[in-house]
Nanobody, 114 residues
Framework: QVQLVESGGGSVQPGGSLRLSCAAS????????MGWYRQAPGKQRELVAR???????NYADSVKGRFTISRNNAKNAVYLQMNSLKPEDTAVYYC????????WGQGTQVTVSS
């Protein structure tokens, strides 16, 4: 069964940093494009970053230059380094594969406020 476990969220002030981690299991992780998504209350889920099996990455304009996605295929893990955080980054952050999304993990809460 697919399992996705996000961690590393917390509460920070504007301009702060967080590093999110995602542990994946139940599928051949190293072969799939992975992404980080976020969802704020009352808003649609948004893809903020993606990374191919070979390590090529892409970002939403809203986070470009501030966030960095990476992966460690030997550990079945994907990470999101978040710098220069803004209040509008406040959301629950999720990881998932981009081809099939039948299952979502619990996510990890990121709160950016003064």
């Amino acid at each position: 069964q697919v399992q996705l476990v996000e961690s590393g969220g917390g509460s920070v002030q504007p301009g702060g940093s967080l590093r999110l981690s995602c542990a994946a299991s139940g599928f051949a992780f190293r072969f799939y494009v992975m992404g980080w998504y976020r969802q704020a209350p009352g808003k649609q889920r948004e893809l903020v970053a993606r990374i191919t099996s070979g390590g090529n990455s892409n970002y939403a304009d809203s986070v470009k230059g501030r966030f960095t996605i990476s992966r460690n295929n030997a550990k079945n893990a994907v990470y999101l380094q978040m710098n220069s955080l803004k209040p509008e980054d406040t959301a629950v952050y999720y990881c998932n594969r981009l081809d099939i999304q039948d299952y979502w993990g619990q996510g990890t809460q990121v709160t950016v406020s003064s």
